[in-house]
């Protein structure tokens, strides 16, 4: 219950982009408010962008402001999360979540963490 899948992870260079998917199964994305996490290795996990459950409203974190986009298909039920001009720093773990209003952070996590899918920015 409120566990999703994401995929579209990958090895790419420094100003690259990649899109990540968010995939809902067993439930109705379009009730919940949606949000993007990353983990780096040796840190803790931090909020990168959410969206309401409507798409009309989207919250970034300062360091992936100008760069990645967070949108949703509530047709498909899927969320995404569209990452041009990526940095090494960018390097993580990706997940998505359902969360609760009005923070954008791991302690507002509904339901449970999911698998991740990995992004690596490197020459």
Request: aromatic letters at 10%; hydrophobic letters at 30%; glycine letters at 12%.
């Amino acid at each position: 219950q409120l566990q999703l899948v994401e995929s579209g992870g990958g090895l790419v260079q420094p100003g690259g982009s990649l899109r990540l998917s968010c995939a809902a199964s067993g439930f109705r994305l379009d009730y919940y408010r949606i949000g993007w996490f990353r983990q780096a290795p040796g840190k803790d996990r931090e909020g990168v962008s959410c969206i309401s459950s409507s798409g009309e409203s989207t919250d970034y974190a300062d360091s992936v402001k100008g760069r990645f986009t967070i949108s949703r298909d509530n047709a498909k039920n899927t969320v995404y999360l569209q990452m041009n001009s990526l940095k090494p720093e960018d390097t993580a773990v990706y997940y998505c979540a359902a969360v609760r209003f009005p923070l954008c952070r791991p302690s507002s996590l509904l339901g449970s963490w999911g698998q991740g899918t990995q992004v690596t920015v490197s020459s």
